[in-house]
């Protein structure tokens, strides 16, 4: 290979050379590229144990306040898959919102001793207060009813309707 080189003219050297550094700066952006990634994925990977560690050491704690928490519910006023969509139409109509509203099908997440029950509600062409008074009305029943997301759109053709879509959840007692 030096016997090749050292037989080359001065500019096909220069460009053999020219050729090999840029081959060089290619690779070096390459590891250094890599290696960015492996410490930022390392840094993150650092953080979220500090935050696991962090929940678990405050794991008797948080067991306690939960236990303690659903000692307080009242099995009488928790809701389950249907009564949650009866209750979300029944605050609707009370706030004034009759028509143009969509629920899906309710998703069930259940545990030992509860289940959560989480359903997609949809309003469209609202009132800003009827979706105030709707809301009023739904914090009444806390914390046995909740909204876990709220997105607002208003109408193109006429902003002062509403489109509103929550993902509303409530607590069912299963002891």
Known sequence: MKAFFL???????????????????????????RVNTFWMEARVASAELADQKRWLAERGRIEKEAKTAIEHLDPGHTFDAVRLQAELDSIARGAGIS???????????????????SVRFVIRNAEYASLVRF??????????????EFTLVSNRAAPS???????????????
């Open 7 to 33: 037989s080359r003219l001065l500019r096909e050297k220069l460009l053999l050379l020219g050729l090999v550094a840029i081959a060089a700066a290619m690779w070096l952006s390459s590891v250094a590229r």
């Open 99 to 117: 028509k143009d509203t969509s629920i899906d099908d309710t998703q069930v997440s259940s545990g030992p001793q509860f289940s959560i029950n």
């Open 135 to 148: 809301y009023e009305e739904l914090s009444k029943r806390s914390p046995y009813i909740g909204i876990e």
């Open 161 to 175: 309707q509403l489109t509103a879509s929550l993902r509303v959840s409530s607590v069912e007692v299963t002891r």
